[in-house]
């Protein structure tokens, strides 16, 4: 590669380490030189990376109309590039945000979109990561079913890949799903699940999502010592990673 290259890459990989662990002044100094210089390379997929970076930073800052342009931005870059292993995890990361502010039809579509693409590329993790989002959004529809369905799917891919931080996510979110579903017994052991992987990972996140679906788990069955228990463990692991040093 050539120098230029090199420096863009080398900056869009030190914005997107910064904006981890915080620093979004200097992350967002180090995107946005990384994106004039894809500019003035015409490299459109570097660019189409560069934004998506950017774009998650922005959510970060807060900044959530900025974010939109900016993964909307990233996915016609890499549409235009032609590049769709790109194209997908832009899609999935747009369907993602829109979920998140509430936009249930338009992350759908992209969802489905997403989910698409990863299986015509092969990508096994973007078809799991696309189906469970599918699941929640049919959670969110009262389509109970069709959620546990999808979540079945991609908990079977996760299995697959052999990644244990991908099963306690859908673990936790088909166990939602199931209880939804009037299946209470098949929520706690999946919750049950959840909470063994997470802790063998020593995950505190996914430790407070399974202690929480086990609670609503207990509320469903009006076991109110049991659920107790699960949420103060939940409440004391919050306090732990709040109390961790940034």
């Not at 015409?42 to 993964?71: F, H, K």
């Not at 696309?130 to 929640?136: I, M, N, P, S, Y």
């Not at 802790?199 to 010592?225: I, K, N, P, W």
Request: negative net charge; aromatic residues 2%.
């Amino acid at each position: 590669h050539d120098a230029p290259t090199d420096e863009a890459r080398a900056l869009l990989n030190l914005g997107v380490l910064l904006g981890m662990r915080g620093n979004c002044r200097d992350a967002t100094h180090a995107l946005e030189r990384a994106a004039a210089l894809g500019a003035q390379l015409g490299d459109t997929l570097l660019q189409s990376r560069v934004l998506n970076s950017l774009g998650w930073l922005r959510v970060r800052q807060g900044r959530e109309p900025d974010a939109q342009e900016l993964m909307r931005q990233s996915l016609r870059l890499a549409q235009l590039a032609g590049d769709l292993t790109q194209e997908g995890q832009v899609t999935g990361n747009l369907a993602y945000f829109l979920e998140q502010q509430g936009d249930l039809a338009a992350a759908r579509a992209l969802a489905k979109s997403h989910l698409d693409i990863a299986r015509r590329t092969g990508q096994r993790p973007g078809e799991s990561d696309a189906l469970t989002q599918l699941g929640r959004l049919s959670r969110a529809a009262g389509d109970h079913a069709a959620a546990c369905a999808q979540h079945e799917a991609a908990l079977a891919i996760a299995r697959e890949l052999g990644n244990p931080e991908m099963q306690i996510e859908i673990l936790t979110s088909l166990g939602a799903a199931r209880l939804s579903h009037d299946r209470p017994d098949e929520a706690r052991a999946c919750h049950a699940e959840a909470l063994d992987l997470a802790l063998g990972l020593a995950d505190r996140h996914g430790q407070v999502l399974a202690h929480e679906g086990l609670a609503a788990v207990s509320r469903y069955f009006a076991d109110v010592t049991t659920e107790q228990h699960h949420s103060r463990s939940a409440d004391a692991l919050r306090s732990t990673w709040h109390a961790a040093p940034a």
